[in-house]
C-alpha cells in the first residue's frame, strides 16, 4: 500500500497528465461535424455530377465503330449532348418534324460539336449498334451516337428522358440543362404559351452573342431513359 506522500505525488502526476492531454487535443483543428457526417463516396459524387455553371463532368464513351470519343478533347467548342433512342417515339417525332430536324446539321456548321448519346441497357429499346445505326440513317444523322449501355454518364448528367439536351460552352462550363423545346408533342404543334420556343436554338444563340444563357434549365419531356436499374 502507497504511502499518503507517495498517492499524493501519483494523483498530482496523472491529473497533469490529463490536462496536458486535453490542452493539445483543444489545440488541433476541429472538424467540421456537417463534413463529416457526409460519407466520401457522396462527396465524391456531388463533385462529379452535372449542376449549372459548373464544369461538366468528363467521360470517354465509344461511338458506333469502336472508336473511343472525349468529351475533354473538345474544349475550346460549344458541345451539345442529346440523349438518345432510335425507337423512342419522341425522338422519332423530334428528328421527323420537330425541333431537332436539321438542328444538329445546322449548329456544326458553325463549329458546334455534337453528341447523340444513348444510355439503353443491352436489351432494352433501342439499344445495340444495329439499331443505332439504322437511327442514324433514318434521321440523316452524320454526328457521333455514343453508347453509354451501363448507363454511368447518362445518371451522371442526370438524364431523364430522350430526348434530354445539354448544352456546354467553350469553357467546358455547363450552362443549359433540359428539353429541346416547349412542345411537348415533340412535332412543335402544341408549344406552352402558344410560341414554339426550341431551348437548345436560344442557348446557342446567347453563346454566339456572349450573352448568359437566358434559360438555363428546363424540364425536359419524352420517354424515359432506358437504364439497366
Known amino acids: 500500500m502507497l504511502a499518503p506522500h507517495s498517492l499524493s505525488t501519483t494523483l498530482r502526476t496523472i491529473v497533469t497528465a490529463a490536462a496536458i492531454a486535453g490542452l493539445a487535443a483543444c489545440s488541433r483543428p476541429s472538424a467540421d461535424p456537417a463534413a463529416a457526417s457526409v460519407p466520401a463516396a457522396s462527396a465524391a459524387t456531388a463533385a462529379t455530377t452535372a449542376d449549372i455553371g459548373k464544369p461538366a463532368p468528363d467521360f470517354t464513351l465509344k461511338d458506333l465503330d469502336g472508336h473511343d470519343v472525349h468529351l475533354a478533347s473538345f474544349r475550346g467548342k460549344v458541345v451539345v449532348l442529346e440523349w438518345f433512342n432510335p425507337g423512342c417515339p419522341f425522338v422519332n417525332k423530334s428528328h421527323d418534324v420537330g425541333s431537332l430536324k436539321g438542328l444538329a446539321k445546322r449548329h456544326e456548321a458553325e463549329g458546334v460539336v455534337w453528341l447523340a448519346i444513348n444510355s439503353s441497357a443491352a436489351g432494352k429499346q433501342g439499344a445495340g449498334i444495329d439499331a443505332n445505326r439504322d437511327g442514324a440513317k433514318k434521321f440523316g444523322v452524320d454526328h457521333p451516337i455514343l453508347l453509354d449501355e451501363t448507363g454511368a454518364v447518362g445518371k451522371l448528367y442526370g438524364a431523364t428522358n430522350t430526348p434530354n439536351m445539354f448544352v456546354i460552352d467553350k469553357a467546358g462550363t455547363l450552362v443549359y440543362s433540359g428539353a429541346i423545346d416547349n412542345s411537348p408533342d415533340a412535332e412543335g404543334q402544341s408549344p406552352t404559351g402558344g410560341k414554339l420556343v426550341n431551348y437548345v436554338d ?16 428546363t424540364v425536359p419531356y419524352g420517354c424515359g431513359v432506358k437504364y439497366g436499374s
Open 202 to 217: 436560344a442557348a446557342l444563340a446567347d453563346l454566339a452573342a456572349g450573352r448568359p444563357v437566358a434559360t438555363p434549365k
